[in-house]
């Protein structure tokens, strides 16, 4: 048996001692720190030897270049001024540990764009929690699996029926705008296109007519924005970086709230679809619809071994469509309203072709598009200048080596600046420059197919250009055919990358009844 004291011992060792329990939560604490600080300290010495062939303006200690690039134009202004310094390529540090190669080069981009390298794994992290891991997050296998199931979503054929819902959806904020119109100062622009394009994005999605337009206090437009603007915060702030603390900020708790709103917002509607997909009386309605809806073709989709997408993916890539089809085509039109006010000779010129077009007719039609020869080369030229998405990024998973024979590791993440790539002096005669004539046959025949991308390029580029091009003829074409736009001297636009290009202060135009 054992003796009184090993009892007294062994009861000790199991007995409750809060100071034994503090030292060793301390310790493991220290023993964490410790190895998280060796880790992040090898991360920058490994993407500094990485990065030494690329140099790159001065960083700070602690800030990298994050404070050079503050919540105003000057970030844009600043990434550009860079770009020009630094040709090709130059380091963007986004605190001590953390870097992103920053491409300015249209060849520099073809490199990366032309494979499909899945996206970085740092700020996409951060929207997967928002709009789940859909095709803008996926990689490999399952990539490619999700973009051959929708890409029959994209088709001409499904598309043309959207044009008239397009035109219905612009017409509400059309008559809305005539009404703010009267009260004799300024408009606010992006918030009225904002919910347009959620009110076209909700029946093309769903075929589901909603009074977004009429209720403009809207809880899922407050929410995509709160969520665009927490989501750029936590990539600028380094410590957010960490889910643990930025789960316990504010911040974080804002976003978590905003995020449930977003998904009942399409789950509702998501489940109520489903259910009468039981029903078979409704099967055959749906199957005899003039037109199929986005959410019919995810729920019908299967591959050749006749598995369709699970409940999951399906709201990943609803809640994708929800985010790229309404937030980006906004930023889109709102900064070609914007282009056409400034530059009225440009106006006149596509109002002119639109009215042609139209031929006392009130909205555009599918065969009209192909007619709007000025005014797509107008809309391209808003685009090169306003690109709706102004970076993306990559993490390469080997490694790749560029036209001068500069090189960059696996592990590396890259991020393209669209912004930077459509103002290249070598490959656009004076960039600052707005000229619309760039983009006809004669001047686009020669250009390097990757000086414009406004929606990326190659295998992985924007599933869903062709209805975002759409979508922009169809409401320009509308607004201009009702209203000469003019800019606000008071309030001109102050230009802000978040997720989307966004005006921190708003879009505010003047507007004067054509007659």
């Keep these: 048996m054992a003796s009184s004291g090993e009892q007294v011992a062994r009861l000790s060792w199991f007995s409750w001692d809060p100071t034994r329990l503090l030292h060793l939560t301390a310790t493991f604490f220290l023993a964490y720190i410790l190895l998280t600080a060796i880790r992040l300290f090898r991360r920058r010495r490994w993407t500094m030897e990485s990065f030494t062939k690329f140099p790159g303006p001065p960083m700070h200690w602690l800030y990298g270049h994050v404070h050079e690039y503050p919540e105003d134009d000057r970030a844009l202004n600043n990434l550009y001024r860079n770009s020009k310094e630094y040709p090709c390529a130059s380091p963007f540090w986004t605190g001590p540990f953390s870097a992103f190669m920053i491409i300015s080069h249209p060849e520099y981009a073809k490199t990366i764009l032309s494979t499909t390298e899945p996206k970085d794994n740092v700020s996409y992290r951060f929207i997967i929690p928002w709009i789940g891991e859909g095709l803008l997050v996926l990689s490999g296998q399952t990539w490619f699996r999700h973009r051959r199931l929708l890409t029959p979503g994209f088709h001409y054929n499904v598309l043309k029926p959207y044009v008239k819902l397009v035109a219905e959806s612009t017409k509400v904020m059309l008559d809305k705008l005539e009404r703010l119109m009267l009260q004799g100062s300024s408009v606010e622009m992006y918030q009225h296109v904002s919910l347009m394009t959620l009110d076209s994005i909700m029946k093309c999605v769903f075929s589901y007519s909603?009074?977004?337009?009429?209720?403009?206090?809207?809880?899922?437009?407050k929410a995509v924005h709160d969520l665009t603007y927490l989501t750029n915060l936590r990539f600028r702030c380094f410590p957010y970086h960490s889910d643990l603390i930025f789960n316990l900020s504010p911040h974080g708790f804002h976003f978590r709230k905003a995020c449930k709103l977003a998904h009942e917002h399409t789950e509702k509607v998501i489940q109520k679809r489903k259910e009468s997909l039981k029903n078979e009386k409704e099967l055959a309605k749906i199957q005899q619809k003039r037109y199929l809806d986005f959410l019919d073709i995810l729920l019908c989709a299967r591959d050749e071994d006749g598995k369709g997408l699970s409940d999951e993916d399906i709201c990943a890539e609803v809640d994708t469509f929800m985010f790229a089809g309404h937030d980006t085509?906004?930023?889109?039109?709102?900064?070609?309203?914007?282009?056409?006010?400034?530059?009225?000779?440009?106006?006149?010129?596509?109002?002119?072709?639109?009215?042609?077009?139209?031929?006392?007719?009130?909205?555009?039609?599918?065969?009209?598009?192909?007619?709007?020869?000025?005014?797509?080369?107008?809309?391209?030229?808003?685009?090169?200048?306003?690109?709706?998405?102004?970076?993306?990024?990559?993490?390469?998973?080997?490694?790749?080596?560029?036209?001068?024979?500069?090189?960059?590791?696996?592990?590396?993440?890259?991020?393209?600046?669209?912004?930077?790539?459509?103002?290249?002096?070598?490959?656009?005669?004076?960039p600052e420059v707005f000229d619309p004539l760039r983009f006809s046959p004669e001047r686009s025949d020669n250009r390097h197919p990757h000086a414009f991308i406004p929606f990326a390029a190659g295998p992985r580029n924007c599933i869903g250009q062709h209805f975002a091009m759409n979508e922009m003829k169809v409401a320009i074409a509308q607004i201009l055919a009702r209203f000469e736009l003019s800019p606000d001297p008071a309030n001109p636009p102050i230009k802000i990358p978040q997720l989307v290009l966004r005006s921190k202060n708003g879009i505010h135009l003047n507007l004067k009844k054509v007659i």
């Design 329 to 430: 085509t906004a930023s889109g039109i709102s900064w070609i309203m914007y282009c056409m006010a400034i530059y009225p000779e440009h106006q006149t010129k596509c109002r002119e072709e639109i009215l042609h077009i139209l031929n006392g007719r009130e909205a555009l039609e599918w065969n009209d598009l192909s007619e709007m020869t000025y005014t797509t080369m107008t809309i391209k030229e808003c685009l090169r200048l306003y690109p709706p998405i102004p970076g993306i990024a990559r993490k390469l998973t080997k490694p790749i080596t560029f036209f001068d024979g500069r090189s960059l590791p696996a592990e590396s993440l890259i991020g393209i600046s669209i912004y930077c790539i459509h103002r290249h002096e070598d490959f656009w005669e004076n």
């Design 210 to 221: 909603s009074n977004f337009q009429i209720d403009s206090e809207n809880s899922y437009i």
